[in-house]
């Protein structure tokens, strides 16, 4: 029997099958981290599709003289395992701006500011307009320069009631996008409020109820010619020349709320003979001993198109004041609450003089007469709300987040800034 030796094979006739396998790093390097994942290195003992020198070199030396002595009959080649191909799938950076601003948002606030953290494009893709379009912000705590960098991103629409708000820190003048806003009993200071609404010339809907204003804040909101809903409900700390001006210069109201201002008579005054003439709905109560029954002839003359009006706590009106609102022929819903002097028997006959849809008398009738001035005017709905909701920018339940009819969609379920 003669000695065989053993026969070493080529690694060119290891793979001489007709299976055909390459490998692109770079390719699959690049399709792995487009979909997040780090590509795997090989393992320097996977030996397929390696030279034989190099088998050579990683064979211990025992083990590699062993094998040339040792006696065999047959040589046993591996067969080559098939490539292995990495799942198909499409890079973050191969979609368009517009997909990804889609994805972007259906993202809340707090993961919207997180993905702009990514790299330079997600920034700036996270800064779009369209992205900030509405805000709630209710009962939050803003820090110093919070506020101005959200106002500066393109925000419309902003809810931050009962919010404690820093000052704003605008790194530039220029204008806001700003035409829904709601500040109502804000913690924050006359120069921040000053500052934001200086900014602001396209406003449609603004709300500071409860908040101490200035001379230079009524000027601001003055520069707004298409404002339509004003609140200023307990307002306080202007003068009167200043909200006549403010009132001349916002042609285009349609809803005021100036209930429960610190006013003098003068105020009074000014108010009812600039109020503008296209006004529909208006609440001017509690003015107890300013408002007379001459600024009452006065308002009526100024605005005779009037759907609503809350004259509520002025206990100075009689029913003197009826022939005057008997002047206007589309009021519909009328507040005269706590107005004392006004005798309930004259209420029927007011219900019958005039197109009312509700009546609010709270503290005028007892229940007795109560039922009775229900059933003699039944079309007519009797102390049904405690309270007005003209020019107000949420009614109804607390978990309400619209103002003004529009949805906010970024919120904070949590302190985050």
């Known amino acids: 029997m003669q000695r065989r030796h053993l026969q070493e094979i080529p690694a060119s006739s290891r793979n001489s099958s007709n299976l055909s396998w390459s490998w692109d790093s770079k390719k699959s390097s690049d399709l792995l981290c487009g979909m997040g994942v780090t590509p795997m ?8 599709n390696t030279p034989q020198d190099q088998i050579m070199m990683m064979t211990p030396p025992q083990k590699h003289k062993k094998q040339k002595e040792k006696d065999d009959t047959f040589v046993i080649a591996r067969r080559p395992r098939a490539a292995k191909t990495s799942p198909p799938g499409i890079s973050w950076d191969a979609l368009p701006d517009e997909l990804l601003l889609g ?36 009962g939050k705590h803003l820090a110093d320069g919070v506020i101005g960098n959200l106002l500066l991103l393109g925000v419309a629409v902003i809810r931050c009631p009962r919010s404690c708000i820093g000052e704003p820190m605008f790194k530039d003048i220029r204008p806001l996008r700003l035409q829904h806003a709601d500040f109502s009993n804000c913690t924050v200071s006359i120069d921040a409020l000053r500052s934001i609404i200086s900014r602001c010339h396209k406003l449609h809907n603004l709300s500071l109820e409860g908040l101490e204003l200035t001379d230079d804040i009524l000027c601001a909101i003055a520069q707004n010619s298409d404002l339509v809903r004003l609140n200023l409900g307990g307002c306080y700390g ?18 005021l709320n100036l209930s429960w201002c610190d006013f003098t008579a003068g105020h009074v005054k000014s108010a009812v003979t600039d109020l503008p003439r296209r006004l529909t ?23 005779p198109d009037l759907t609503s009006l809350d004259l509520s706590d002025s206990v100075m009106l009689t029913t003197e004041c009826f022939p005057a609102l008997y002047r206007l022929p589309h009021l519909q819903h009328l507040g005269l609450s706590r107005c004392y002097q006004i005798c309930p028997a004259s209420l029927l006959e007011l219900g019958k003089s005039m197109p009312l849809r509700t009546l609010s008398a709270f503290g005028i009738v007892t229940d007795s007469s109560l039922q009775l001035l ?8 009797i102390n049904c709300s405690f309270f007005s909701t003209i020019a107000r920018p949420t009614t109804g339940h607390k978990r309400n987040r619209d103002i003004w009819g529009i949805k906010c969609k970024l919120s904070l379920s949590r302190i985050d800034f």
């Not at 029954?293 to 308002?299: F, G, K, P, Q, R």
């Not at 229900?374 to 709905?381: G, N, R, T, V, Y």
């Open 41 to 48: 290195e090989r393992d320097p003992q996977d030996t397929e």
């Open 103 to 138: 994805i972007l948002s259906c993202l809340p606030l707090t993961d919207l500011v997180r993905v702009s953290r990514v790299c330079k494009r997600w920034n700036r893709l996270s800064c779009d307009e369209s992205l900030w379009y509405s805000m709630d912000l209710t």
């Open 238 to 255: 202007f003068s009167a020349s200043m909200l006549s001006h403010m009132l001349k210069s916002c042609t285009r109201l349609d809803e």
């Open 281 to 303: 709905q208006l609440n001017f109560s509690g003015y107890r001993q300013n408002l007379l029954l001459a600024d009452v002839e006065t308002l009526v003359q100024q605005c």
């Open 374 to 381: 229900k059933e003699s005017l039944p079309h007519i709905k």
